[in-house]
């Protein structure tokens, strides 16, 4: 007997036994249940089949068939909710940087991002360097507390003025820099001044330290420095975070007498200004660091080598003088005591030898490419969209949409088509002007993949466009 009733009577006679005998044991044989019950082979195989279907089984082929080990009864869920209570209400917000460092997914053309693609990293240099780090003497013994020497005086050195290597610290990455320099400079429930677009990450930072964010805007030349006096006055902010070389999203540089304009204000407010020189080294034309025409210890500066490397290069250096550098050594003493040695050692060797020179010059040729090429796709397919400014340099064009375009529904129909970028919101403190998209060119894998992207965004704007 075949037959469906047949099949489930045997299964229901071999779960019961399944049951009684308990898990690890070993079933009648195939031959005794055909002879126990008078059943075909056929009936046997689909009966235990279903068993095994059901998860209650385990055939094993030579052996036999054996009841499932038993499984941990699922616990009941653990109430949490009382943490809530515990943590208050200074939240971290990480969704704005985990969009940024995203990843696009296979056949996705990603026109956001923030560092170099494989192709322009120089990861086999590094990987050079990196061997070379490695069999320096006490490359796996504990580094100066503040860094090497010799890196720290790289640092200083690039950064120009008369700053020295006493006065760098080396930490893990631009991003801890600005953790530290936030959380060091200002006490938490007090503003911060910030320009407005500014960095996402910038924003996340100030708010986890306890500090209140507060706009100040910018134009095509950067912030504005009557603004800046206005706000230190009206806010009583103690410090002030800028990008003055190819500010992210807009991609402004602020000319040398801004410059000297914004250290005037800070100095006269006694506010620190904290340089996030993150895009130094994406163009040939940055203007003097603020910090190198700083004389009065107002400038707290960051400088890093993961844009210009790679994402695994967390290495960077903060400059500051005085009781702030203080400070901002112990913040990373307490937090992290130092950066591992090899990765200190990798990047002295990468900065000291030609290669240096050679992949600045490549990533400095395939910027203005890129730049270009991006621009020019923007004003062939999306013309009703503008460019805020062509930029010195740097990943990204900063782009107004028209009024009628709903940026969520445009940054959301791009990824139905096939495209990633960036919506502006992200990038404001407080409410938007209008809708804005940052758009990538660095993160595309070629201009044929560059110009597909600008493309795909065209037709994402076609559908969220109203028409009549």
């Known amino acids: 007997m075949d037959n469906d009733s047949s099949i489930a009577q045997i299964a229901a006679i071999l779960r019961e036994e399944a049951g009684r005998l308990g898990p690890g044991a070993r079933l009648p044989s195939s031959r005794e249940i055909m002879r126990r019950h008078n059943v075909s082979p056929v009936t046997v195989s689909r009966a235990i089949g279903q068993l095994a279907a059901e998860g209650r089984v385990v055939a094993r082929p030579g052996n036999g068939v054996f009841v499932t080990p038993q499984v941990a009864a699922a616990q009941e869920a653990v109430d949490l909710s009382w943490q809530t209570v515990a943590l208050g209400d200074r939240v971290v917000d990480e969704k704005p940087v985990a969009t940024l460092l995203g990843t696009a997914a296979d056949g996705v053309v990603p026109l956001t991002g923030g560092y170099l693609p494989a192709g322009l990293r120089p990861d086999k240099q590094l990987g050079a360097a990196a061997a070379r780090a490695v069999r320096r003497p006490d490359a796996w013994a504990m580094p100066p507390l503040a860094g090497l020497q010799e890196l720290r005086r790289w640092f200083a050195t690039q950064t120009g003025g008369d700053v020295t290597a006493a006065d760098a610290l080396i930490v893990s990455g631009g991003q801890a820099a600005l953790t530290h320099a936030f959380r060091a400079l ?71 007498e801004r410059r000297e304009q914004v250290l005037q204000v800070a100095r006269a407010a006694g506010a620190f200004v904290v340089e996030d020189d993150f895009a130094r080294y994406l163009t040939e034309q940055a203007p003097a660091s603020l910090a190198s025409m700083d004389q009065h210890g107002t400038v707290v500066h960051v400088r890093s080598l993961t844009k210009i490397l790679s994402p695994s290069m967390r290495v960077a ?9 203080h400070r901002l050594r112990a913040s990373q003493f307490v937090e992290s005591f130092f950066v591992a040695r090899p990765l200190q050692e990798t990047a002295l060797e990468f900065v000291g030898s030609p290669a240096w020179q050679r992949h600045l010059a490549a990533v400095h040729s395939e910027i203005r490419t890129r730049r270009d090429a991006l621009a020019a796709a923007l004003a062939t397919h999306l013309p009703q969209a503008e460019v805020h400014l062509l930029p010195i340099g740097g990943m990204h064009l900063w782009v107004r949409l028209p009024a009628e375009i709903d940026e969520n529904a445009l940054v959301e129909a791009a990824r139905r088509n096939g495209a990633l970028v960036s919506p502006g919101r992200l990038y404001y403190p407080s409410e938007p002007p209008g809708p804005r998209i940052r758009v990538t060119h660095i993160a595309a894998a070629h201009l044929a993949e560059l110009h597909e992207g600008v493309r795909r965004l065209a037709r994402a704007a076609a559908e969220v466009t109203p028409t009549g």
Request: proline content about 14%; glycine content about 10%.
């Open 186 to 256: 200002a006490a938490p429930g007090t503003p911060v001044l910030v320009e407005t677009p500014t960095y996402p990450g910038a924003l996340a930072a100030a708010r986890a330290a306890g500090l209140r964010p507060t706009a100040v805007p910018v134009d095509r030349d950067g912030v504005r420095p009557e603004l800046l006096a206005e706000a230190f006055a009206v806010t009583g902010a103690r410090v002030f975070f800028c990008q003055p070389t190819l500010q992210n999203p807009t991609g402004a540089t602020l000319p040398v």
């Open 317 to 325: 250096a903060v400059i500051a003088r005085g009781p702030a550098g």
